[in-house]
């Protein structure tokens, strides 16, 4: 098996869907070749759907799967003989790569890095199955926006109410789990004060009762941009919806969506936040993967990302170290407030 399996396998799983040579880059054919700007400059990024960084002929056992790449992940490949990483969220040079070029770190360890983003987006119907839910509105652009998702499905059999839902996807992510991990890591690092963020975005629902029945759906995904206008408008195209479903990202409580929604008469509730679309995305991924190279040894890296108060982080010594260091050298004596 070689680097360039890898390849072959993600534009088999996409249907065609990568970049396959630079000419690809540049024609303007490939709709998922993408730049994302906020208009900062300096801080695009351009997603390209197939191999980033790495030799297409190096042989190939283990291949690791993660959300976001970091240095943390980099690292971890590199003590556990991973030789391809494929990143879901778009790689950028300089930034996934811990401050420095991907070229000099990646080389460094012999690692390969893919990227696939929108690519992979809408190839599978799980992020409506885990909600609950079919989609037989699927929105990509929706108002003529690209990448304002909208979807708008009908209850799975066996969800009659808002608590089904929450019951399911509490399930789905192994809730119960994450909360046990959370509180056996409170006991040992001594701090009741630590947080994590799948047990602080568990699912919530914001307008309505847990027996509250649902039928229709509309599900959004607020960090794509829907605004309150366009879910009046996906009312009123189907009048007939119950509830709406904000996923991947959170609405904040005074949210215009919440108003909007309590005006028109839904309910809504807040399903998995984007801390789990390594599940709800990632070990799909990684398992069509292991499916077309079965010979490949297949990780997930998952990420945990934990709050501590800055009192109670690391240990004694360390808290010391840090302490020193911000005293003597990076605080001048005069700038402190008494
Ligand atoms: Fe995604
Ligand atoms: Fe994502």
Known sequence: MKVKDVLQALDTITGGRCVRDAADLNNGKNRFVLTKSSGIPGKACTEIPGLVYGNP???????????TLTESGIELAAATGIEVIIAH???????????????DYLSLYGIAVFELHEAFHGLHPGIAYIHGHRA???DIAYCGIPGNVLFVGRVLEGIVTLGD????????SGSDEEM?????????????SIDETTVSTRGKILLGDRKDRVNTIIHIFPHTGFTAEQLAMAKAEHPEADTVIASISRLPSDHEILKTAAGLGLN???????????????????AAVQKLLPEAQVFIFRERVTSTPIGMAGNPMVREYADTMAEQYLVPRKSIPN
């Open 57 to 67: 002929d190096a042989p190939l056992k283990k291949i690791a799967v993660v959300m």
């Open 89 to 103: 969220h778009p790689i950028a040079d300089g930034a996934s790569c811990g401050g420095v070029t991907l070229c």
């Open 136 to 138: 037989f509105r699927k």
């Open 165 to 172: 839902i929450i019951d399911r996807i509490n399930l789905f």
């Open 180 to 192: 046990e991990m959370l509180s056996a890591e409170r006991r040992v690092r001594k701090c009741p």
């Open 268 to 286: 809504l509730l807040l399903g998995n936040s984007h801390a789990l679309e390594i599940l709800e995305n990632g070990l799909p991924l990684a």
